[in-house]
Every structure is written in structure tokens, then in C-alpha cells.
């Protein structure tokens, strides 16, 4: 089943894993990671994986 919602929790530190694995779907804000508006996660699927497992601080999530 295709991701359809990526979001960050609490705790992110900006170490930039994320957007440096996803370019198209994270990017890093002023205080947090943030994810982009508009993007077709499925297309993005296994990107969003690694991130997700990938990220120091688990705060990565996907449904």
C-alpha cells in the first residue's frame, strides 16, 4: 500500500538525513524538518523508508 502521509514528530534536531535522502518530500526548517505540501508520497516510498529508519531521533513517520 502506497505511503499517502509523512509528518515529524517532536525531537527533531535538523541533522538534515531526511532532506539529504529526499530532497523532493523533506526539507529542513528553522526548527524542525518539515515535510513538503503537494508531493505524491507513493512516488517517493522507498526514499521515505530510508529516511524514516535512517533518522537519529525516530520522529520520522509515515502511514
Same mark, same amino acid.
Given at each position: ?14 541533522? =538534515? $538525513? ?5 530532497? /523532493? ?6 526548527? !524542525?524538518?518539515? &515535510?513538503?505540501? =503537494? $508531493? ?5 516510498? /522507498? ?6 529508519? !535512517?533518522?537519529? &531521533? ?6
Amino acid at each position: 500500500m502506497a505511503i499517502t502521509k509523512v509528518w515529524i514528530e517532536e525531537g527533531c534536531t535538523l541533522c =538534515g $538525513v531526511c532532506s539529504d535522502t529526499c530532497p /523532493d518530500v523533506f526539507d529542513l526548517g528553522d526548527d !524542525s524538518a518539515i &515535510v513538503k505540501d =503537494g $508531493v505524491d508520497y507513493g512516488e517517493f516510498e /522507498d526514499e521515505v523508508k530510508e529516511a524514516a529508519e !535512517s533518522c537519529p &531521533v525516530e520522529v520520522i513517520k509515515y502511514e
